[in-house]
């Protein structure tokens, strides 16, 4: 059972989602018809055709959903030729993006739309496809030989889709020891190691400039939420509010401390820098702020549905200041969720939005991320998402982008088929 965000005081409600396209009678046809927009971004015919065809293979009722299976199921495949196109010919991906993105921005835009930043982790034997290392794979919940893949996702009241990707390739692969293999999955000379983070935040920068897709808040997990990175590019977003997940270490105070200016000696020079009035304010942990909060300034608030019903937590709100390099740093919101019951587990968000913004609107988006988790659950169950065996650069970008545009294809379905008759479709409530 999908989340509902449907409660009062939502800004909006994300629909639900699952349509079964044996009951579209032109399935095919809505298919080809789809594939075609995006002819010119293929450099020959043969490619387009087998991008087609994998597709097709993608959305089919196949059980393994690799190279292979596709191929030979699909009319006019060939193995070879559909590896070929998808691992090694040449594909205009930003054109595509760009094309989708605007066919998306049809069917989903919204003003107060969410973008949602988030990775995903595909579990690998062995040692050649590009970017597989010994790293935390959350697929299978300990660290582990996996690929990691970062995405982001748009979130508005007429649904959710993936809208980017990047293959995160860990720092090692980018020494001497690791060139050969470079050399064997094509990956960029001129490509150099950038952190999740970083890339999510690249993304973000682009995304920003697609009018298609507009949005007004920013969610992303913790590795985001606590990177300067990412955040100097949120902040630098006219009137984008981001709520962002962050450790239970972070440090604040409750209440802006005075510092003053301090004189002292260095190789024989004196200097000045802020030093804290009273050294003995130290920031508190966002964790001891939340463990000293009387349970008068809690909230019950239901956000979600899971697979046993509605799932209801305590919430609470503080202005804080963000503690950087021991000194007080920007003036943030920090949203406090805890489970109920006895041995409460908290999580922790910080957010840029102004002092008028309310607690519904907090609790509200700490819930959107469940967007972004079911469209990695939707594309690995129903479109093979994981199920690939590419090991060059290029592959797994291909594959990727296939499994972005086949998931917003089944969307794009499910809202045409709206407006006609219940016996074109069938949704599951």
């Known amino acids: 059972m999908l989340p509902d965000c449907r409660k009062q005081g939502n800004i909006f409600a994300v629909p639900k989602f699952e349509i079964d396209v044996s009951d579209v009678d032109s399935f095919m046809d809505e298919l080809r018809a789809f594939h075609g927009e995006f002819g010119d971004c ?3 015919s043969e490619t387009k055709e087998n991008f087609l065809r994998y597709m097709v293979g993608q959305l ?18 060939s193995v070879r030729a559909v590896q070929r196109a998808v691992s090694d010919a040449i594909w205009d991906e930003k054109k595509m993006y760009y094309k989708y993105r605007s066919l998306a921005g049809e069917d989903l835009a919204d003003p107060n739309g969410v973008m949602i930043f988030d990775e995903t982790s595909f579990p ?6 590009v970017g597989v290392a010994k790293q935390y794979c959350g697929s299978l919940g300990k660290v582990d030989n996996c690929q990691v893949g970062v995405f982001s996702a748009y979130a508005s009241p007429h649904g959710y889709a993936l809208v980017d990707s990047r293959l995160f390739v860990p720092e090692q692969w980018f020494d001497e020891e690791h060139e050969e293999r470079r050399k064997k999955c094509k990956v960029p000379e001129d490509m150099e190691f950038k952190t999740k983070p970083q890339l999510a935040a690249e993304m973000l920068k682009e995304l920003a400039q697609c009018t298609e897709l507009p949005f007004k808040y920013v969610v992303a997990d913790s590795i985001y939420g606590q990177s300067p990175d990412f955040i100097k590019v949120t902040e630098g977003l006219s009137g984008k509010i981001y709520l962002v997940s962050v450790g239970k270490d972070l440090r604040v105070w409750l209440k802006m401390p005075i510092t003053r200016r301090k004189k002292y000696r260095y190789k024989g020079e004196i200097r000045e820098r802020d030093v804290l009035e009273d050294e003995s304010r130290k920031p508190l942990t966002v964790a001891d702020v939340a463990e000293g909060l009387h349970d008068f300034f809690w909230y019950r608030r239901t956000v979600s549905e899971g697979t046993k019903g509605p799932i209801t937590y305590e919430f609470t709100r503080r202005r804080v200041i963000l503690s950087k390099d021991g000194l007080p740093g920007k003036e943030v919101w920090l949203l406090i969720r805890r489970t109920i019951g006895e041995n409460p587990t908290y999580s922790f968000y910080t957010s840029n ?3 008028s913004v309310r607690l519904p609107t907090f609790v509200w988006l700490s819930g959107m991320r469940w967007a972004i988790e079911q469209c990695f659950e939707e594309c690995k169950d129903d479109l093979g998402m994981d199920h690939y065996e590419m090991r060059k650069y ?8 296939t499994c972005i545009l086949a998931h917003y294809f089944l969307w794009h379905l499910k809202i045409r088929l709206e407006k006609k008759s219940a ?7």
């Open 42 to 44: 293929f450099q020959r």
């Open 60 to 77: 089919s009722d196949l059980e393994k959903k690799s190279m292979e299976p596709i191929a030979l199921s699909v009319e006019g495949g």
């Open 124 to 129: 690998k034997k062995g040692s050649d496809s």
């Open 353 to 355: 939005a102004s002092r």
């Open 394 to 401: 290029a592959g797994w970008n291909h594959h990727m982008l």
């Open 423 to 429: 016996s074109y479709y069938r949704l599951t409530a």
